[in-house]
């Protein structure tokens, strides 16, 4: 089956620094993949569609300027949080769709957990 | 606004029952209902359903679409303790555009 990697797979950063979290399609090639994020005991929550060689679509209420999206080849897409903040702290996980986008089957990454002291 | 709906959102059973999950939907422009189970990472898919009454199985899961009444479920016999986990579903229209509900909580005791 298709395999999505996301690394790191857990960081803790300092209140106001960057963080990039990378999600990778290993044997497939992902035209659009996707950034949700977790909170305890909750649902995904989609923040963003990336689709490769154009700008991220946002969800309302996602701030596009403080997560990046760069979905820059076909197998490699980043989120940056920036000047990351304690409320940032959560569960983001990407998602990617085969290259065809028949199936519109989703593959996820295994997740980063991000602290944020 | 599209939204998924799940029923019950927490149930606890005995290792040998069967459950069904509930999932409901009201979406324009649908194109697929998607379930996943997620233990304590990322979701896990089980099953895409585009097509009315006909069932997918795997293993111990099946699950069914109502396009009609706009709902579908998850059943699962027989079951184990390694199938406590959070089973979410997602609908998904012809824009790639996902909806998750807020997913059961499965407990399954020994």
């Known amino acids: 089956g298709a395999v999505v990697s996301q690394h790191p797979s857990r960081v803790i950063c300092k209140s106001g620094t960057s963080v990039k979290i990378e999600c990778r399609s290993l044997?497939?090639?992902?035209?659009?993949m996707f950034w949700y994020r977790q909170f305890p005991k909750q649902s995904l929550m989609l923040m963003a569609t990336?689709?490769?060689?154009?700008?991220?679509?946002?969800e309302q209420g996602v701030e596009k300027d403080k997560f990046l999206i760069n979905h820059a080849s076909l197998t490699l897409s980043t989120l940056t949080v920036t000047s990351a903040h304690p409320e940032d702290s959560s569960f983001y996980i990407c998602?990617?769709?085969?290259?065809?986008?028949?199936?519109?089957?989703?593959?996820f990454g295994p997740g980063t957990r991000l602290t944020v002291t | 606004e599209d939204k998924v709906v799940q029923s019950p959102l927490s149930l606890v059973v005995h290792e040998g029952d069967t459950v069904t999950l509930n999932c409901s939907y009201e979406v324009t422009n649908f194109r697929s209902l998607l379930w996943y189970k997620q233990e304590k990472k990322a979701p896990t898919f089980l099953f895409m359903l585009t097509s009315s009454g006909i069932e997918k199985k795997s293993g111990r899961l099946s699950s069914i679409l109502d396009k009609k009444e706009l709902f579908s479920i998850l059943n699962i016999t027989a079951t184990q303790t390694g199938d406590s986990a959070v089973y979410l579903c997602?609908?998904?229209?012809?824009?790639?555009?996902?909806?998750f509900g807020p997913g059961t909580r499965l407990s399954v005791l020994p």
């Open positions: 044997d497939f090639q992902a035209t659009t």
């Open positions: 990336s689709n490769e060689g154009s700008k991220a679509t946002y």
């Open positions: 997602a609908q998904a229209d012809y824009g790639q555009n996902f909806v």
């Open positions: 998602s990617a769709m085969n290259g065809g986008g028949a199936s519109y089957e989703q593959y």
